[in-house]
Every structure is written in C-alpha cells, then in structure tokens.
C-alpha cells in the first residue's frame, strides 16, 4: 500500500506487474540526485548513467544465472537496481538530445528497423534469454532506438487526434495502475456470469479500462500535481525570504 516495499522488500508487492511501481519510487527518489548531476554538467549526469549501465551489466552477467529460469530469480530480476539503467537513460536522452534533430525519414528507419529486430531475433527457451547476456544488450539497446525514435519524431497530425492521443499519453500510468483491479474485478463476470467468450472479455475489460483511466488521470493525478506545485512554489519563495533575511543580516 504504501508502495515502500521498492526499497525493503522489491519481491513483496500485492497485485501482478506491481513491482516496477516499487521500482519507480526508488527511482523518483533518486531523481533529484539525477537531475542534480546533468544540471551542474552533462557529462556528471552521463558518468552516473554509465554507472547504473555498468550495474545493470553485472546484474545480466553475474547475478543471474543464465542456467536457471527467470521466475527462480524473479527477486532478483525485480531489483531496482537491475532496472535502473532504463531510467537513467531515459532522462539521459532528453539532456543529450533535447537539442538534436534528426529527420522523419532517419527516425522511421529507426523505429523499423528496432521493430524489426525484436520481431525476428532468433532467442528460444525459457525468457532469462532476454535479460541475460547478448539478449539483455540487444533489446536494451532496441528499446533506447525505439524511445529516440518516438521522442524525435514530428508527425503532424489532425487537432482532434492529437490531442486525444495526447490525453490517452498523459492517462497511461492510471492504465497501468488500474488494468489489475479492473481484469480482477470483471473477468471472472465476464466469463463466468454473463458467459462472454475470454477473447471478448479481455478486450471489454482493456476498452473500459482505456475510458475510465483519463478520469482517474483528471481529476486524481492532476489534482495531487496541482497541490505539490503550490507546495514547492510556497517552498521557493520560504527560501527566497530567509536567503533575502541572510543577505540583509
């Protein structure tokens, strides 16, 4: 419940899939850290996402054991800090690109060739394959070509569409959040009640979670966002006045 397990216990969560949120308070924890580093100088920033890589790589090729199974080292997989090189490359590449252009046509190469790849490597057997050895590098590596390729792409599109993707964009945490509760809460009524085929459940079930999530994202997050702004704002200017009363003393 109070989402504290990320950093006790990362294997203890309640509901399927819930470990990355344990995983993402770590990381919001030490994103002011993060920020620090690649505000002082970007290259502070880079030599502390190289670290977290270089962690991750001893993780893919020491910590687990590419001869056992995944789910007889899930603890260890669920780690956060097997899974902290994702963040910090993902703040890395808006300090290091933010200012980059790169063409629509490089950018659709990217991504079809990124999606590509994942589509057709050869890897069989039990899915420590992927998070191991050359197949952690390799998807690794195709998960940053597709975010670059997402994050640099200028598609112009119709108003309407755009922003409703948009709202869908922003609605996507409260997606995840809710899609275990909502599948909990209506398959079993879905199939077992009102008889409905699983292929229809399930596709019931990801509709009506897409239409409530931006509610929650509406009127839930962006109200707990509203109040930590006013809260930092009301902090700003504390210490804008007691480093004004220090200046004067």
């Given at each position: 419940?109070?989402?504290?397990?990320?950093?006790i216990q990362p294997g203890a969560?309640?509901?399927?899939?819930?470990?990355?949120?344990?995983?993402?308070?770590?990381?919001?924890?030490?994103?002011?850290?993060?920020?620090?580093?690649?505000?002082?100088?970007?290259?502070?920033?880079?030599?502390?996402?190289?670290?977290?890589?270089?962690?991750?790589?001893?993780?893919?090729?020491?910590?687990?054991?590419?001869?056992?199974?995944?789910?007889?080292?899930?603890?260890?997989?669920?780690?956060?800090?097997?899974?902290?090189?994702?963040?910090?490359?993902?703040?890395?590449?808006?300090?290091?690109?933010?200012?980059?252009?790169?063409?629509?046509?490089?950018?659709?190469?990217?991504?079809?060739?990124?999606?590509?790849?994942?589509?057709?490597?050869?890897?069989?057997?039990?899915?420590?394959?992927?998070?191991?050895?050359?197949?952690?590098?390799?998807?690794?590596?195709?998960?940053?070509?597709?975010?670059?390729?997402?994050?640099?792409?200028?598609?112009?599109?119709?108003r309407l569409m755009r922003s409703?993707?948009?709202?869908?964009?922003?609605?996507?945490?409260?997606?995840?959040?809710?899609?275990?509760?909502?599948?909990?809460?209506?398959?079993?009524?879905?199939?077992?009640?009102?008889?409905?085929?699983?292929?229809?459940?399930?596709?019931?079930?990801?509709?009506?979670?897409?239409?409530?999530?931006?509610?929650?994202?509406?009127?839930?997050?962006?109200?707990?966002?509203?109040?930590?702004?006013?809260?930092?704002?009301?902090?700003?200017?504390?210490?804008a006045q007691v480093k004004m009363?220090?200046?004067?003393?």
């Amino acid at each position: 419940m109070t989402t504290l397990y990320g950093f006790i216990q990362p294997g203890a969560y309640l509901v399927t899939g819930a470990w990355s949120i344990g995983n993402e308070m770590v990381y919001y924890a030490l994103t002011p850290i993060i920020l620090f580093l690649y505000n002082k100088n970007k290259t502070l920033g880079n030599a502390l996402t190289l670290v977290t890589i270089l962690i991750g790589a001893v993780y893919a090729s020491s910590v687990l054991d590419p001869s056992k199974t995944l789910g007889e080292q899930w603890v260890l997989y669920v780690n956060p800090f097997n899974n902290l090189f994702f963040y910090t490359m993902g703040i890395g590449l808006y300090y290091n690109f933010h200012d980059v252009m790169i063409s629509r046509t490089v950018n659709s190469m990217i991504f079809i060739f990124a999606t590509a790849l994942f589509i057709e490597l050869p890897f069989s057997g039990n899915q420590i394959v992927l998070v191991t050895g050359p197949g952690r590098l390799i998807f690794s590596m195709l998960s940053v070509c597709v975010v670059v390729s997402f994050y640099k792409m200028t598609i112009p599109l119709p108003r309407l569409m755009r922003s409703s993707l948009e709202l869908f964009g922003r609605s996507t945490y409260s997606i995840y959040l809710l899609h275990p509760i909502i599948l909990g809460g209506l398959y079993g009524l879905l199939i077992t009640r009102l008889m409905t085929p699983p292929a229809i459940a399930f596709l019931s079930i990801a509709v009506i979670t897409i239409l409530i999530a931006p509610f929650s994202y509406l009127f839930i997050e962006e109200s707990f966002m509203r109040l930590g702004k006013r809260a930092v704002r009301r902090l700003n200017l504390l210490y804008a006045q007691v480093k004004m009363n220090y200046a004067k003393t």
